[in-house]
């Protein structure tokens, strides 16, 4: 059984950064790709950062874009996310979230493409 443990989350200023981080269990990990998502009160659950498990590939939603980094250690199964420049609209729930290593999808920027989530982490960004 795969689990996803999201940390980092927690209450800033505009302009502040934050480094959410989401370590995976299991015998053996693996997957095809993992995911940030974030969901606002009130609104849908929306793509934010993805990136590749194996060989190169990141993409990123357009909100998100310049401001923040996903990336991924292998050898301690942790996908990373560095948020610099946040503002009010980036609070959220952030979730991660992993693709079976059998899924592959084109850009995995759909939350309907992920089987796995954690139970996510708050990020409060106060004006």
């Known amino acids: 059984q795969v689990q996803l443990v999201e940390s980092g989350g927690g209450l800033v200023q505009a302009g502040d950064s934050l480094r959410l981080s989401c370590v995976t269990s299991?015998?053996?990990?693996?997957?095809?790709?993992m995911g940030w998502f974030r969901q606002a009160p009130g609104k849908k659950r929306e793509f934010a950062a993805a990136?590749?498990?194996?060989?190169?590939?990141?993409y990123y939603s357009d909100s998100v874009k310049g401001r923040f980094t996903i990336a991924r250690d292998n050898a301690k199964n942790t996908v990373y996310l560095q948020m610099n420049k946040l503002t009010p609209e980036d609070t959220a729930v952030y979730y991660c979230?992993?693709?079976?290593?059998?899924?592959?999808?084109?850009?995995?920027?759909?939350?309907?493409?992920?089987?796995?989530w954690g139970q996510g982490t708050q990020v409060t960004v106060a004006s």
């Open positions: 990136i590749r498990w194996s060989g190169p590939g990141t």
């Open positions: 299991g015998r053996t990990f693996s997957s095809s790709a």
């Open positions: 979230a992993a693709q079976k290593p059998t899924r592959y999808t084109l850009q995995p920027i759909q939350p309907a493409e992920y089987d796995y």
